[in-house]
């Protein structure tokens, strides 16, 4: 696996996001995140958005962070959010997502970030397990959906 850097609205983050959305969706039934999210929310230093692609230069993982800081929506100064954490379905349980995790949680850290948080869902227990068995642990919610009940969130120091 390669990972690289790559903008937001690069073409294999789009195909990989559309991805993402459409098994929201199918998990909740609202027609995925509704979280706005900008292109430039993950230039650097500020953020950043990584792909993994295969030995054959196909993308297949992704995710990305976001420097959040004290907004009244529940962040704290330092924050860095996780968002869109994905493994196309064919590549999933190989260990990816925890590498991209892994990659993304360094790169956070090296920029000056000092604590990672994500909001997931009830009907994604993969997530849960993951961020649970990384260090991760339930925190105040935050975001987007920090009213929904089936909203968690968690965080972990970097």
Known sequence: MIIRHVRFDHPDAVKL?????????????????????????????????????????RPVATGGWRSQDDNGEGNEDGDAELKRMYVVEGMRGRGLARRMLTALEEDARAAGRVRMVLETGTKQPEAIALYTSSGYAPCGKFGYYREYEESRCFAKRL
């Open 17 to 57: 996001n559309d991805e993402v959305q459409a098994e929201y969706h199918l998990r909740y039934g609202d027609g995925g995140d509704a979280t706005t999210l900008d292109a430039t929310d993950f230039d650097p230093p500020r953020g950043a958005y990584l792909i993994a692609y295969d030995e054959n230069d």
